[in-house]
Structures are given as structure tokens and as C-alpha cells.
């Protein structure tokens, strides 16, 4: 570099003299000689470099007699602050090669929960800013700029505290009672025949503040145990409160009737012409003993039929094919009154 130098200098003060012999007073040669001479001395003792100087993200090279980075500046117009970032320092001298990084601080905001501040900064970019400013940014935290962003004079920087959690509640869940029919019990008399258990229901329920303002959310309902139900028995006797049984809901009464079919019914008696006067199951036909066609209705099904009362499916018949049904009577007389009628029959669980 010492070499490299000193050959500048010497073209520099070689062209001092030359031009200084040029242009000099002719009529006084020797003044005009000693004049360039000191010119080219002085020309001389000026050291040429070649610097890399990097500003706002641009980079540069640049030919200088500067000896100072601060002098450098200087020869480039710029003022510097005790704000701006200048690297190396000022007093650093020059060599070639030198690369100077130089960054004005500009004015910006930051704003947070708990109010705004503008500084004036040289950081490098946003990130850099929060840290020197001594904000800590946390995981979940949000930042109106990325950190990577340089710094924009006049701009606003916005930071949002953010946290979230979440938190489970348990809830107990009654049992609900259910109103078994039973044909056991007399009428009007109830029996528990399960006292039932209480369930259990989670809730997690998640939680997000931004700077104070909480807002919720379900994020999911499990069921932790099934509550068992608690079943009471409540007697009807001989099917005598059979048709008064909508009174209990619907619900309930499907625990005692399992459907409904409409059938065309008629009546016989034990004493009809060609009959044995026994069923298909065994007990003699009478009232309560019903025929059917078995693919319909399954022998010894239990069943309730208004105004008639509740029957077996006990007996079958050549005639009773499809939905016909045959109502067994004690009497000759009760049959005939019956006579022929629809009715709806109800299979019994």
C-alpha cells in the first residue's frame, strides 16, 4: 500500500509541475517554479484511497484524499449526529479498501397498550429497534411491521400483547326420570326400579387477550361420564289405564306399547260351530284370547286393543290371514255386539 501510495503522489506532483511550468509568469521563472514546486510537494503528501461506503442499503466505491471516516463524510455533505450510525467510528483512519457503513437515524413511533413514543433511531431494521428500546416481543405478541423491515421516517410501529390459554370446566348432568308402564303394579302405585346417576359434561373453553381485551370461544364438549337414567315403575293394573296412557306423553308410552298396527277385527266364542273350544297355545278361547295370522302378529304376543281390553295372540284361524284379527268373547251375545270393526292393535313390549 506504502508503494501504491507513493506512485500517486508522484504522478500527482509530476502533473503539478508540468502544468505549473505551463501556465506560470514566463517573466519570472524561478517564482513560478518554486510555486509549483511547493503544489507539488503539497500533492504530494495528499494519499489517494479507495473506500466502499454503504448508505440506505446502497454501497458504493469512491475515490478519497480524506485521512477520516468522519472526514469522508464530510467530503460527501453529510451531517452527522450523535443519533446516526456510522461504522467505523469518525476518528478511524482511511486505508484503501476501508468500507464504511453509514445509516441516518429517522424519527418513528412506537405504539403499545400502554401508549406511544416516538424516537429517533439508526437500527438497522424494526427488530432491532424493539430490542434497543428494551421491548420484549413475546411468542405470541403481533408487530404491524415485519422485524426484518428497515426503519421508514414518520412511521408508526405498532405492537398488540397477545395471550391465550385456555381453561376446562365440568358440569354435572342430572338424570333424567323415565315412567316405566307396568301391568305388575295395581293401579296408582309407583316402585323405583333405578334411583339413576348423575353424569358429567367437560367444557374447554379457550381464551385470547390482545392488549387487555379478553374474548372466548367453546373449543370442544366432551362427555366425561353418561348419567344413567332413573326409572320409576307406576302400575296400571289389568291394562285398566291402558287409554289413559297419553296423558303420560308420548315418550313414556312407547315403554309399554312397541306398535301399532290397523287391523280389521272380528269376534268369535268358544262354542262356534266345529271349534274345540281350545287354542292354538293351549287355554281355552275367551275373552283375552285373540286369533291372528302368526306372520303378522307371533303367538304370545301381548297385546292391548281399545275397547276390547288387553289380549294373548293365542290362537290362529283359516280366515285370519294378513291384518284380520279374531277377538275371542265369553259369550254368544258379547261376540254379536262386537261384530266387525277396524280397530288398532297394540304389540305390547
Known sequence: MIGRGYSKASWLATSVLLLGLVIGNISHPTAAWAATEKAAKAAANAISHIVTFTSNGATTQ??????TVGDFLKERGLVVTEADYVSPSLASELADNTAITYRAAVPVTIVTSRGSKTVTSSAIDVGTLLENESIDIGPRDEVSAPFSDGLVAGERIRVVRVAQWTKSTKQSIAPRTI?????????GT???????????RETIVGFVQRDGLTKHRV????????ARARIIARGIGEYAAFEQMAKFGLQKTSYIAAS???????AYTAQCGGCSGYTAIGPR?????V????????????????GYGPAIAGDTGGAIVGNRIDLGFNSLSDAMQFGRRPVTVYRLR
Do not use: N, Q, W
Request: proline share 8%.
Open 219 to 226: 373449543i370442544a364438549t366432551r362427555i366425561v361420564r353418561k
Open 62 to 67: 469512491h475515490a478519497t484524499t480524506a485521512k
Open 285 to 289: 278361547a275367551g275373552h283375552g284370547i
Open 291 to 306: 286369533a291372528v295370522d302368526p306372520r303378522v302378529i307371533p303367538l304370545g304376543t301381548r297385546l292391548y286393543i281399545p
Open 260 to 266: 301399532a298396527i290397523s287391523m280389521m277385527a272380528t
Open 190 to 200: 309407583t316402585r323405583i326400579i333405578a334411583h339413576g346417576v348423575r353424569g358429567e
Open 179 to 187: 315412567t316405566k308402564l307396568v301391568f305388575s303394579l295395581p293401579p
